[in-house]
């Protein structure tokens, strides 16, 4: 197959292009940063380039500014643009050619169902309403417009993606080896993790089932608090858990975001995945932890 990854430089963008370029697909990356694209890919920096004769057979589309900073109200204008103009591009891109893709993953995340504490949602679960719920939907139904033409979509909630080579283990691992590794605010706020290699694994089981469209939840089955995560994570680096940094203190440096992403979280299961049989690599956080840490000694 032909496959278009849109953000294909990124976190989760390179891993799709390294294990679809594996299964022999052709894949092509819409990318800004050329010099981050693997050899082994296509890379193009507009859209444009593909003409309405050229084949593509499924997209994935990836792209979008990085959550984890703080929201002024100029970066939540930038989070929205990043991803809401180039889903539209890719709406396009679709209208145009001739032969229609056969599937579009396009991704959104958890943000989607708002800060419901400790409430369990699956993909039916209705959501609260504040900026990160506003950004997905307006990003999923964007998304949802290739249906008009024939395409079949499946919209990835994304959890928080643990893996190598980047996502969260590779931001918090240096204060975590430094001994400053400590829960946040009280630590009951639920984390919804899910490691890179199942988010390859749903994407590749969406290309091969027909049978798969609408929304999945992309996550471990099993959430967990963060005082748990940062349990894990210091036993696993053989660190002691001890104190924690005040919610008030993480309210100040990062503002709306801090509150909304690191202090409140979300408990989210995948529950239409695992409805259709797929099945993780990686259900626990200790199975997670072990081989991403053991592979970033190597790197």
Known sequence: MRILITG????????????????EHEVIILTKNKDKAPLYAKVISEIDEIKKNDKIDVIINLAGAPIDKRWTAEYKN????????????????????????????????????????GEKLVEKSAPVTNFTHELCKTWEDEALKAENYGVRVCIARLGVVFGI?????EKLLPSFKSGLGKKLGDGSQ?????????????????IKNDSCSGTYNI????PITNEQFTTAMNDSLNLPTFLFIP??????IYGEMGETLLLKGQYVTPKKLLDEDFRFKFNTIEEALSQVLENQKQL
């Not at 080579?165 to 283990?169: C, H, L, T, V, Y």
């Not at 639920?190 to 969406?206: Q, T």
């Not at 996550?219 to 099993?222: E, H, I, L, V």
């Open 78 to 117: 930038e989070l929205i643009s990043s991803r809401v103009d180039i889903t539209g591009q890719v709406i396009s891109l679709i209208e145009r050619l001739k032969t229609k893709p056969k599937l579009l993953i396009s991704a959104s995340a958890i943000g989607y169902y708002g800060c419901q504490g």
């Open 165 to 169: 080579g980047g996502g969260m283990i």
């Open 219 to 222: 996550t471990a089955p099993n």
């Open 8 to 23: 294909g430089t990124g976190f989760i963008g390179k891993a799709c292009t390294k294990f679809l370029t594996a299964k």
């Open 190 to 206: 639920y984390l919804s993790w899910v490691h890179l290699h199942d988010v390859v694994r749903a994407f590749n089981f969406f």
């Open 247 to 252: 919610a008030v203190l993480i309210k100040l």
